[in-house]
Structures are given as C-alpha cells and as structure tokens.
C-alpha cells in the first residue's frame, strides 16, 4: 500500500469540509498567489538582464520592469476580486505605471523635446483613467449618482447652550 505524502494529506483534510464557493475562494486565492509569484520571477528576471546595461538604457530597463510587475500585479488582484471597481482599479495601476515608464523614457530626449514628451505621457495617464473610470460607471448602474442633494431637515435649529457663570473666586 503506498502512503499519501503527510503534507498532502492535511491540504486534503483541510479542503474537505470547504463548501463550494469556499473551495472556489480557496482557488482563486491560490491562482492569485500563483500569478503574483510568477510576476515576481519575470520582474527578478528582467531586472538581472537590466544590471548588465549601462546608462540611460539601464534605468530605462529597469523602468519597464518595475511597470510589468506593477501592471501584473494589478492585474492578478482585479482577477481575484473580480468586481468593476477592482478592474477600474488594476486599469489604474497599469496608467500609473506606463506614466512612470513614460517619464523615464521622455528623460532621455533632448532638453526641448522633453517639456512635449511629459506631457503628453500625462494626458495618456489622464484619458485612460478617465477611460477606466467610465466603463466602472457604465457597467455599475446600482450605484446611486454622487450629485444627489438631500434636503436639509425641517425643525428649527436649537440655540447655542450659554456657559456656566464662573464660580466666585475665594478670599
């Protein structure tokens, strides 16, 4: 008779009594971990090949590495959550993280070519935030608008309290 190995033996037992969904959130967290996981072997990795660059084109590597793991990170958290607000939120990310690529990338224009190069990474970053931010509100109508006004209320405010006299000073 072969013996089941002792630590899959206890992630059986722990898994048993999951119900579905549990066993699915089990899931889902593990593929979470697996694709953070991964992120980071690809971001170590771009970073060795990074170190053996030299000037401007190293921190420029090294920008786009950062950017990849940050775009897969946030990427691996919208899946696991896998609600609008979490997509919005990893599309984000991802803007923030080009716009950091981008300034590194404007810094190694010419002094003229760089003010340009700026901004025009900002109003990248912008139109897709902006972007995001639309399809969170068009595929969340449940939410009620921001711009609702609720009336004040009806009674009277009450007048201010008036202080206590101060005690009498003693001899």
């Not at 950091?100 to 190069?117: I, M």
């Not at 902006?130 to 006004?149: F, G």
Request: aromatic residues 2%; proline residues 9%; glycine residues 2%.
């Amino acid at each position: 008779m072969r013996s089941i190995p002792w630590m899959a033996a206890v992630a059986i037992l722990a898994l048993a009594p999951l119900s579905g969904t549990q066993a699915a959130a089990a899931a889902d967290k593990a593929g979470q971990r697996k694709a953070l996981a991964e992120a980071v072997n690809v971001y170590n990795e771009a970073r060795a090949h990074c170190r053996t660059l030299h000037g401007q084109e190293r921190r420029v590597c090294f920008a786009e590495a950062r950017a990849t793991y940050r775009k897969a990170e946030a990427q691996a958290v919208a899946e696991y959550r896998d609600t609008p607000r979490a997509h919005m939120n990893a599309e984000i990310d991802a803007a923030s993280a080009e716009l950091a690529l981008a300034r590194t990338r404007c810094a190694t224009k010419p002094a003229g070519e760089r003010a340009a190069c700026r901004k025009a990474a900002k109003e990248a970053q912008q139109q897709a935030v902006a972007e995001a931010v639309r399809k969170e509100r068009a595929t969340s109508p449940d939410q009620a608008p921001a711009t609702k006004l609720v009336s004040p209320p009806s009674t009277p405010p009450t007048p201010p309290l008036r202080a206590a006299a101060p005690a009498p000073a003693k001899p």
